[in-house]
């Protein structure tokens, strides 16, 4: 729970991101998809804010946005660097560049994230090249202490990324990442495409990280299980909208949105003898260019009333530091059960 | 770090990756060693023919090939010999009809002087890779309708046939991956026009729009002119493939992982082109440009036997070829198809190297 009482160190805004659907010899627009729809949240500094959804659900769409790998459609996305507070979504070529400098992002693939005709050297070395580092004596005693600090051996400078495994790789991509000493990481699935075991592995690093660094994340990931572990805070997406934002135990022991209900009944249990209840959603994931009037979720929610197919729910503070987008999000009864509502389960402090 | 080999190949870049397995692969590096060898001859042409290409020799008209030989009545010689051609008119057709004359029995001598040739037009030179003592000749493929020994015509032949490939290959690289590049680059509407553009020349037939392009080429040109003039024509009608391939590339991999966190680390968009997206496919282009030589060659070598390409003096494979067309000369003459065998060796070597090439080129495939 430790960063939520801290400042800000980013505020987004209402951010929102369409891709217009262009078709015919004309390109012209004939629809919008809405992967980003009204997203507002803080990141207190040195917090670990896990964003999670399904796929399609935008997550990954808001983590670009921030760093500006896309451009967004309208919102405002605040900065701040010392006491210095910046308008990352208005910034120009120049200014975007000086604030790229404090805020990088590992990827998820770390087969497609890494540029396989470059040595672990020149790609962990860029962002020092390319902001100002040009001694390449400098560079490389700086890369090599980096390897050392995400656990490689810095003896492999020369080697290609064909060299190493997938938990190596991406450990190269968090040793890019850190190269420019950023203060926010946005790791967008970053342990997604990895074993389990090598994931555990990734995990602990990135905290030892944080703790060592006072790094502050935005830590996307579809799988529950690994928000819990490492974040402080969590919200849950919903086809281009935050539907819940929470601490993490707060959203493990009474979720407010039947959404983070059904996302929290599919995380797997280790146990094969649990008889699993699990609440089943029926129905595809909503269109985001052509989402159903009211709630997005009504036509999958299994407490969905007359009202939700009519009224859009707000997005309001059910209770102090918990947000919810749900209509009933007073009186529900929800279960935060892995596997469905069937044992007691004491949640445990991330 | 020990130079164990397994270490070499973690810290081999992506050439060296490819150069080893492209050692694997045997028929391509057969095949290359075929297309340097006939590089070899493009380059040392003057040396390695036997005649000049001023050479003629009326009285020897339609020679038929002579044959090496190593046995004669005498026994076995170490050294190879031809035996002389005596010819004489067939009382009843008219035809010259040659004879082999076993009394002359000619040696073939190896660094032996000869014509007088300037190699590569500059340097004054005698010699000539092998030959026959005095004012003997040898005719390896036979003689043409002038009396001119093919294989001398096929080597100077090979000389502008490969470097035509080579020259408009090198021109559709460059439109190719230009246009390709600003299409990809900028999509939108530039692309838009641009891929319409790609789909009506694709769209015409290749022999005709050759031929009204070889057309509008001015009859008062030099015999360079026309070559250059050719090459151009080829290279117009052939970037289409490789501005698509190029790009198909560069919109993907503008999409890919490796390129935003390039631009995440502060790269320009420059530095992201020619840094990261470039090199990533410059072994497809490789590939198929080594794919599209043979295609150039086989277009040149039609276009000249079709007497829209270079024309005599000039000696391409195709202009050979021109000797061919009349059907009675080839049915008594088979031998001035010869440089037909040249064309469908060079060919088939190519598509071997490019499909080596291509093998190689892809790190993951099995």
Not at chain 1, 263 to 285: F, H, I, M, N, Y
Not at chain 2, 140 to 156: A, V
Not at chain 2, 161 to 187: H, K, P, R
Not at chain 2, 193 to 211: A, C, D, H, K, Y
């Amino acid at each position: 729970m430790s960063g939520t009482t801290n400042e800000p160190l980013l505020r987004v805004r209402d951010l929102r991101k369409h891709f217009p659907i262009r078709k015919g010899f004309f390109q012209s627009e004939v629809g919008r998809v809405k992967a980003v729809d009204g997203v507002t949240f803080d990141l207190a500094e040195g917090e670990c804010f896990g964003l999670v959804g399904e796929s399609g659900s935008g997550k990954t769409t808001v983590g670009r946005l921030i760093l500006r790998a896309l451009d967004p459609t309208s919102g405002g996305i605040q900065f701040r660097v010392g006491r210095q507070w910046h308008d990352v979504a208005a910034a120009g070529p120049e200014q975007l560049k000086s604030l790229r400098r404090p805020m990088q992002m590992i990827f998820q693939d770390p087969y497609a994230s890494l540029n396989p005709r470059m040595t672990v050297f020149d790609l962990v070395g860029e962002p020092l090249l390319l902001h100002g580092m040009k001694n390449r004596a400098e560079r490389a005693d700086r890369v090599r202490e980096l390897l050392n600090q995400v656990g490689l051996d810095p003896r492999h400078l020369q080697r290609y990324p064909h060299a190493f495994s997938g938990g190596q790789r991406q450990r190269i991509g968090i040793a890019r990442a850190l190269a420019l000493n950023p203060s926010l990481i946005v790791a967008d699935e970053a342990v997604s495409a990895l074993d389990v075991s090598v994931q555990a592995q990734v995990l602990n690093l990135l905290r030892d990280l944080q703790e060592k660094r006072r790094l502050t994340y935005l830590f996307i990931a579809h799988d529950l299980s690994v928000v819990r572990h490492i974040s402080d805070r969590v919200g849950v997406m919903y086809v281009g909208q935050l539907v819940e934002l929470t601490e993490v135990d707060r959203i493990y022991r009474r979720p407010r949105h039947p959404y983070t209900e059904a996302l929290l009944s599919a995380v797997p249990v280790p146990d094969p003898r649990l008889r699993k209840q699990r609440v089943v959603l029926r129905g595809e994931t909503a269109d985001p260019s052509n989402p159903p009037p009211g709630c997005p979720f009504h036509p999958r929610c299994p407490y969905a009333e007359e009202r939700c197919g009519k009224e859009i729910p707000q997005w309001r503070e059910v209770e102090p530091g918990h947000f919810a987008r749900c209509h009933f999000a007073d009186t529900l009864e929800l279960s935060s059960q892995p596997g469905g509502p069937v044992r007691n389960h004491s949640p445990v402090s991330a | 770090m020990a130079a164990k080999p397994k270490q070499d190949l973690s810290t081999a870049s992506q050439w060296r990756l490819m150069a080893i397995k492209f050692r694997k692969h045997r028929p391509a590096v057969w095949a290359g060693m075929l297309v340097l060898c006939l590089y070899g001859i493009a380059a040392f042409c003057e040396f390695l023919a036997p005649h000049t290409q001023q050479y003629r020799d009326i009285d020897k008209a339609y020679a038929p090939p002579q044959v090496v030989r190593f046995i004669s009545s005498d026994g076995i010689h170490l050294r190879p010999f031809v035996y002389g051609l005596e010819g004489f008119r067939d009382p009843q057709t008219h035809r010259k009809v040659y004879v082999e004359d076993r009394e002359a029995r000619h040696v073939i001598r190896f660094f032996v002087r000869g014509e007088p040739y300037r190699l590569w037009g500059v340097i004054p030179w005698d010699r000539h890779l092998f030959g026959l003592e005095g004012d003997a000749t040898v005719h390896l493929l036979g003689t043409d309708s002038l009396g001119r020994d093919m294989l001398s015509r096929i080597f100077y032949g090979t000389r502008i046939s490969l470097t035509i490939g080579l020259i408009g290959v090198g021109l559709t690289f460059v439109l190719g991956l230009v246009i390709g590049a600003i299409s990809g680059f900028f999509s939108g509407w530039v692309d838009n026009i641009i891929q319409r553009l790609i789909e009506v020349i694709m769209s015409f037939p290749n022999i005709p729009l050759w031929m009204a392009l070889a057309a509008a080429l001015p009859t008062t040109w030099t015999p360079l002119q026309v070559y250059l003039g050719i090459t151009v024509v080829l290279s117009l009608v052939s970037w289409t493939g490789l501005a698509r391939q190029v790009r198909g590339k560069i919109l993907s991999l503008r999409e890919e992982d490796f390129a935003t966190a390039a631009t995440l680390c502060g790269a320009g968009p420059a530095r992201v082109m020619f840094r990261h997206l470039l090199p990533s496919f410059s072994s497809h282009i490789i590939v198929s440009l080594t794919l599209a030589l043979p295609t150039m060659i086989l277009a040149e070598t039609a276009l000249s036997f079709l007497g829209l390409g270079l024309r005599p003096p000039v000696t391409s494979w195709g202009v050979l070829l021109i000797e061919a067309q009349n059907v009675q000369a080839l049915a008594s003459h088979p031998w001035l198809l010869s440089p037909v065998v040249f064309v469908v060796i060079t060919v088939l070597a190519f598509n071997f190297v490019g499909d080596g090439l291509r093998d190689a080129a892809d790190p993951y495939s099995k």
